[in-house]
């Protein structure tokens, strides 16, 4: 998933930036409510953790703005507030869900993909593109009967090309999925880690499924 944190708490955003891009997610962070807005009103995010407590523009005021202006991206209110309040006014301002602090990782990547669920068509449980299987639930890949083992950056980039299956994506197009947008990416890491998958995905013998399109970038055969 693509996720946006607004979070002042520059340890506490960091924290969690870390621990959702070990799970494979995509980060931006913004640290007040001025810029959480800006970000929140684009495009392309899957869910975010949104603070009540923000310098610049309150939680509830950016909140309010976001679901005034149209913006239907799922958000989960983080809060370290004990006033039921605070909470009840941020679910009817719009808010999925709420998550109170401290808060384990777990739960709060549990939480993101249960609201990510809810706003999508329910995502089939497996990929399939010939052979090869991806289980989303269990994160396990196969081809044929040979598992595979992944990184969870690795099993990032092959769900992107999996779900895309038969499109040919551009390097612009796979950075701006893959990488938040405070990273500075070399030339050819695109390259490297479509080397990496292939290792792995194609033993002796099977087709290749993960096609290089000429002076474009890469697509994925569906056969």
Avoid at 70 to 99: F, M, Q
Avoid at 122 to 128: D, E, G, Q, T, Y
Avoid at 158 to 171: C, I
């Amino acid at each position: 998933m693509r996720l946006l944190i607004v979070e002042d708490d520059d340890r506490l955003a960091d924290a969690m930036r870390r621990g959702l891009q070990d799970q494979g997610h995509v980060v931006d962070v913004a640290g007040d409510g001025t810029a959480g807005l800006g970000l929140a009103s684009e495009p392309g995010y899957d869910a975010i953790v949104l603070d009540l407590n923000l310098p610049g523009r309150d939680g509830l005021d950016v909140l309010r703005t976001l679901r005034t202006s149209g913006v239907a991206t799922p958000i989960v209110i983080a809060t370290s507030r004990d006033e039921t309040d605070d909470v009840v006014a941020g679910l009817d301002a719009g808010a999925d869900d709420y998550i109170r602090k401290p808060f384990a990782m777990r739960e709060l990547e549990a939480r993101l993909r249960s609201i990510a669920r809810r706003e999508t068509p329910p995502a089939p449980a497996l990929l399939k593109v010939g052979n090869l299987t991806f289980d989303l639930a269990t994160r396990r890949v196969t081809r044929g009967v040979r598992e595979i083992e992944f990184t969870a950056r690795e099993l990032a980039f092959l769900e992107y090309f999996m779900r895309n299956a038969g499109r040919v994506l551009t390097r612009p197009m796979i950075e701006t999925a893959l990488w938040d947008r405070t990273s500075e990416t070399t030339s050819n890491v695109v390259d490297v880690y479509v080397r990496r998958i292939r290792l792995k995905i194609d033993a002796e013998g099977e087709p290749a499924l993960l096609q290089t399109v000429r002076g474009i970038g890469y697509r994925m055969e569906r056969a």
